[in-house]
């Protein structure tokens, strides 16, 4: 496989991370039988977790999305950068994380979703960091549990890149906090 130096190891192959996509689309269309279901994904990350999630759920969605960014410097500061484009209100809602590492993201997002008359609402990640938690979210639905390490790839970036593999991957650490190196010259 072509994996750049700045890869360490792969956690979850491209085949494991669609297959257990599969499994949780199949819970997910067997818990809203019969209802229309609104994927909400939180830009960038989430958007290659969405778009593999939805083609594999057999009951009919929406999508939307929005965008936050980070103020202050503290864990948790942040606001939405960019809304919804729909109202939400009376409709089954899935919030749909790349991660969720001390939950203060999920948290800030579930609230104010939850202000505007969701029917239901509940989340679902990709990857779940627990170890690292520091405010308690209800996670309804994962693909996996992931070790205290920075992750990349499936839409984790870092610094913007490597959003694009299709494994979950450990960083090198030798690479994390540098300029992320082009590989033709590593
Ligand atoms: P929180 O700590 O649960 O609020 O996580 C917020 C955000 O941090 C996630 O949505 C990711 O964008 C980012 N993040 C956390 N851990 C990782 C990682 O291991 N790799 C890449 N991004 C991460
Ligand atoms: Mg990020």
């Given at each position: 496989m072509n994996q750049p130096p700045e890869i360490e190891r792969i956690l979850f192959t491209?085949?494991?991370?669609?297959?257990?996509?599969?499994?949780?689309?199949?819970?997910?269309?067997?818990?809203?039988?019969?209802?229309?279901?609104?994927?909400?994904?939180?830009?960038?990350g989430s958007v290659f977790f969405l778009t593999a999630l939805a083609r594999a759920i057999s009951t009919p969605v929406k999508i939307d999305f929005l965008a936050i960014s980070s103020f202050g410097g503290a864990p948790g500061m942040v606001r939405i950068a960019k809304d919804l484009d729909e109202p939400i209100e009376d409709q089954d809602v899935l919030l749909v994380e790349d991660i969720v590492d001390t939950g203060f993201t999920t948290r800030y997002l579930l609230q104010t979703l939850a202000g505007r008359g969701p029917r239901s609402l509940a989340i679902c990640t990709l990857l779940?960091?627990?170890?690292?938690?520091?405010?308690?979210?209800?996670?309804?639905?994962?693909?996996?549990?992931?070790?205290?390490?920075?992750?990349?790839?499936?839409?984790?970036?870092?610094?913007?890149?490597?959003?694009?593999?299709?494994?979950?991957?450990?960083?090198?650490?030798?690479?994390?906090?540098?300029?992320?190196?082009?590989?033709?010259?590593?």
């Open positions: 491209e085949e494991q991370v669609s297959q257990r996509i599969g499994e949780v689309a199949a819970e997910i269309s067997e818990k809203f039988r019969g209802r229309d279901l609104k994927l909400i994904g939180v830009l960038k779940d960091r627990t170890v690292r938690r520091i405010v308690q979210v209800p996670v309804a639905f994962r693909c996996f549990e992931i070790p205290d390490r920075f992750v990349v790839g499936c839409g984790l970036d870092y610094k913007q890149l490597y959003r694009n593999l299709g494994y979950v991957a450990v960083m090198n650490p030798s690479y994390l906090n540098q300029a992320p190196l082009n590989p033709e010259k590593a």
